[in-house]
C-alpha cells in the first residue's frame, strides 16, 4: 500500500478546533448565566455587553448558543459513535463473510438508506417520545445502514488483499484479520464517513429541535432557540440568525475537514 | 425485460416489508388508540369495549391484514384526533408538499446544470475556486434557517411577500405558486450546491476521455461538447442523487412548511407525532415510503434505458 498523504484543509482544521473549544469552555464558564432572564434588556441589540444580543426574555444568546452548541455536539458525537460502531459490525459481517445472510442484510440495508434519515428518526421519535436520550438513539439507528454499507464495500476491497491472504495462510484468526489486519486500512473512509455522518446528525437534530419534537426543556438547543425567536424576527432577528450561524459554521468546518479526509 | 420484472418483484416485496414493519412499530408500543382517547381516567371495561368496536383485539396478523387491504383500497383508517378519515385529512395536504418539491426541483436542475458546466470548463481558475467556496457554504446552510433568512430579507425587509400568509391553490392559484417558490428556493439552494459539486466532479472526470478529444478535433465548440457531449456522460452518477434529493426534499419539506406557517402533510405528521395519533403518522410515512421506494425502481430502470451498457446485477 502506498502512504496516503494527509492534507488537512487549514480553514476548515482552524474553523472547527475554535467552535469546539468554545463549546468546551463554555461548559465551565459562559459570560452569562445562560438562563438568567433580565427585564431590561429585553431585545437588546448586539453590543460589547451581549456580543450576539438578547432574547424576549433578556437572556443573553451567546452564552445560550455555547449550551445549544453543546447538545448538538453532544447529539452529533453520539449518533456518530452508535451509527459508525454498530455499522462497523454489520459492515464486517456481510462484507468478509458474504453469502446469503449478506444478501438479506444488504436488501433490508438498502431501503433503510434510501429513506431520509430524519423522517426515520421521527418515526423512531413519534414511538419513543421525544428528548435528547431518544434523539440520539433515534438519528444513531437510523445512520447504521450508510456506515454499514461503506464498512462492507472497503472489506470486501481488501478481503483479497494479499496481506489478508499471507494472514490466514499464518492461521491468524478470523476476529482477528477483521479487527487487527483490515481496519486499520479502512480508518481514513471511516473518519470521512464519520466526519459526514457528523454533519448529517447536526442538521437532523437542529430541524426535530426546530419542530419541537427533538431536544426538550430544561435542555438547550440551538434549533428550538430559532424556532421560539422566529416570531420576534422582525424586532430582533439576531436571536434566531446568531444560533444559525454557530449551526452554518459546525458544519462548514466538519465538511471541510472531511473533504480533505476523503482526498488520497 | 427479465431485469424488469426481477426488478418488480423486489418492488413488491420491499413495499410489503416496509408496511410490515411500519405496523409493526406502531402496535408493538404501549398505549393504542382506545388508551389515548378515553384518557387516564376510563375503566378497563371502557377500554375493552372500544378496542373491540376499533377491531383492536383481533389477532395481530388478521389486524395487519385487513389493514393492508384497507391501505391499497385507499382506506388509510380513522384519525382519532380528528375524528375524519386519514385519507380525507391528507389528501389534499399532500399536493402541497409535492408542488413544494417539483418547484425545488425544477430549480435544482435549472440552476446545478449550467453551474456545474461552467465550473468545470472554469477549472481550477479563480471563479471556479470562489464559486466552490460559495457551494461548500450554501451546502452548511441548514434548509429552515435558509427560510428564516428569506423570510427576514424578502419578507420582512423588502417586503415581496407576507410571511406566514399562505395562499391556498382553491383561493388564487397564482399567489399559491408565488407563496410556496419561497420554502422551494429555501430547500433547493443547499441541494443545488451539492448538485454543483457531483456533477461538477463527474464532469472533470470526463473531461480525461478520448472521446472529448475526438470531438475537439472534429471542430465542436466548447460549449458543443460541454453541453452535450459530456454532459450526456456525466449526468449518468449524477441521477442516484437526484433521486435521492427528491426523497430528501419530501423530507425536509416537513421542516420548511413550519417556517412559512403552510399546513401541508408535515405539519401534519408533526402534530400527530405530538398527539400519539398513529393512524396518520403510519398512514404518512408508509406513503413517503412508497413514494421514495417507487422512485428508486424508476431510476434503476432509467438507467437502462439512457445507458444499455450498464450491467445490471449490480
Redesign the interface.
Known amino acids: 500500500m502506498h502512504k496516503k498523504k494527509l492534507k488537512i484543509n487549514k480553514f476548515g482544521a482552524i474553523l472547527s478546533f475554535v467552535i469546539v473549544l468554545m463549546i468546551i469552555i463554555g461548559i465551565f464558564a459562559t459570560p452569562y448565566d445562560p438562563n438568567k432572564m433580565d427585564a431590561a434588556s429585553k431585545f437588546s441589540a448586539p453590543s460589547i455587553n451581549h456580543i450576539f444580543g438578547c432574547d424576549q426574555f433578556g437572556r443573553d444568546i451567546f452564552s445560550r448558543v455555547l449550551v445549544g452548541g453543546r447538545t448538538t455536539l453532544l447529539v452529533g458525537g453520539c449518533t456518530v459513535l452508535i451509527g459508525a460502531f454498530f455499522g462497523m459490525i454489520l459492515g464486517a459481517i456481510t462484507g468478509f463473510i458474504g453469502g446469503i445472510v449478506d444478501e438479506i442484510l444488504m ?2 440495508n438498502d ?1 433503510v438508506a ?3 434519515s ?2 426515520l428518526a ?2 423512531f ?3 419513543l417520545g421525544p428528548n435528547t436520550g431518544n434523539v440520539i438513539l433515534a438519528l444513531g439507528i437510523a445512520f447504521i445502514p450508510s456506515f454499514a454499507r461503506i464498512v462492507r464495500s472497503e472489506f470486501i476491497k481488501y478481503k483479497d488483499a494479499d496481506f489478508v491472504k499471507s494472514a490466514k495462510l499464518m492461521k491468524v484468526g478470523k476476529i482477528r484479520i477483521l479487527f487487527v489486519h483490515i481496519m486499520p486500512n479502512i480508518m481514513p473512509t471511516m473518519l470521512a464517513t464519520a466526519a459526514i455522518g457528523f ?1 448529517n446528525a447536526v ?1 437532523a437534530e ?2 426535530m429541535s ?4 427533538g431536544v426538550m426543556p430544561p435542555d438547550a438547543s440551538l434549533g428550538r432557540m ?2 421560539e425567536s ?1 416570531a420576534y ?2 424586532v430582533a ?1 439576531w436571536c ?2 446568531f444560533p ?1 450561524l454557530f ?3 459546525m ?2 468546518g466538519f ?2 475537514l472531511s ?1 480533505s479526509l476523503n482526498r488520497k | 425485460m427479465k431485469y424488469i420484472l426481477k426488478k418488480t418483484g423486489f418492488l413488491v416485496i420491499t413495499l410489503l416489508v416496509i408496511s410490515f414493519i411500519t405496523f409493526l412499530a406502531f402496535n408493538i408500543i404501549p398505549g393504542d388508540a382506545a388508551l389515548s382517547k378515553l384518557g387516564t381516567e376510563a375503566t378497563v371495561d371502557q377500554v375493552n369495549m372500544l378496542r373491540e368496536e376499533l377491531g383492536l383485539n383481533a389477532p395481530f396478523f388478521s389486524r395487519y391484514l385487513s389493514w393492508l387491504g384497507g391501505f391499497i383500497g385507499g382506506d388509510f383508517g380513522i384519525s382519532f384526533s380528528y375524528m375524519i378519515p386519514v385519507k380525507e385529512l391528507i389528501s389534499g395536504k399532500f399536493m402541497i408538499t409535492i408542488t413544494m418539491t417539483i418547484m425545488a426541483f425544477v430549480f435544482i436542475i435549472l440552476f446545478s446544470i449550467p453551474i456545474a458546466v461552467f465550473t468545470a470548463y472554469k477549472e481550477n481558475k479563480i471563479v471556479d475556486r470562489v464559486i466552490t467556496f460559495l457551494n461548500q457554504l450554501f451546502m452548511s446552510i441548514p434548509g429552515f434557517f435558509l427560510g428564516i433568512l428569506i423570510t427576514f430579507i424578502f419578507g420582512l425587509t423588502f417586503k415581496i411577500f407576507m410571511p406566514g400568509a399562505y395562499i391556498s391553490m382553491q383561493e388564487n392559484i397564482g399567489q399559491y405558486f408565488y407563496y410556496l417558490l419561497f420554502p422551494s428556493v429555501a430547500m433547493a439552494i443547499p441541494k443545488t450546491a451539492m448538485g454543483v459539486k457531483i456533477l461538477r466532479s463527474s464532469l472533470i472526470e470526463e473531461k480525461k476521455k478520448r472521446y472529448v478529444r475526438a470531438a475537439r478535433s472534429r471542430g465542436n465548440s466548447n460549449l458543443r461538447i460541454y453541453g452535450v457531449y459530456m454532459l450526456k456522460n456525466a449526468v449518468i452518477p449524477v441521477l442516484t442523487f437526484w433521486a435521492m434529493t427528491i426523497a430528501d426534499l419530501i423530507a425536509n419539506s416537513v421542516i420548511i412548511e413550519r417556517v412559512f406557517s403552510i399546513p401541508g402533510i408535515g405539519t401534519l405528521l408533526v402534530s400527530s407525532i405530538a398527539n400519539r395519533d398513529f393512524a396518520v403518522v403510519q398512514a404518512i410515512i408508509i406513503i413517503i415510503a412508497v413514494i421514495i421506494i417507487v422512485m428508486n425502481y424508476l431510476v434503476d430502470l432509467l438507467y437502462k434505458i439512457i445507458d444499455p451498457r450498464i450491467d445490471l446485477k449490480n
Open positions: 436488501r433490508i431501503v434510501s429513506f431520509p430524519i423522517l421521527l418515526v421519535i413519534s414511538l454533519n442538521l437542529a430541524g426546530y419542530l419541537g419534537i430559532m424556532s422566529q424576527l422582525s432577528p434566531a440568525i444559525g449551526i452554518v459554521l458544519i462548514l465538511s471541510l473533504e
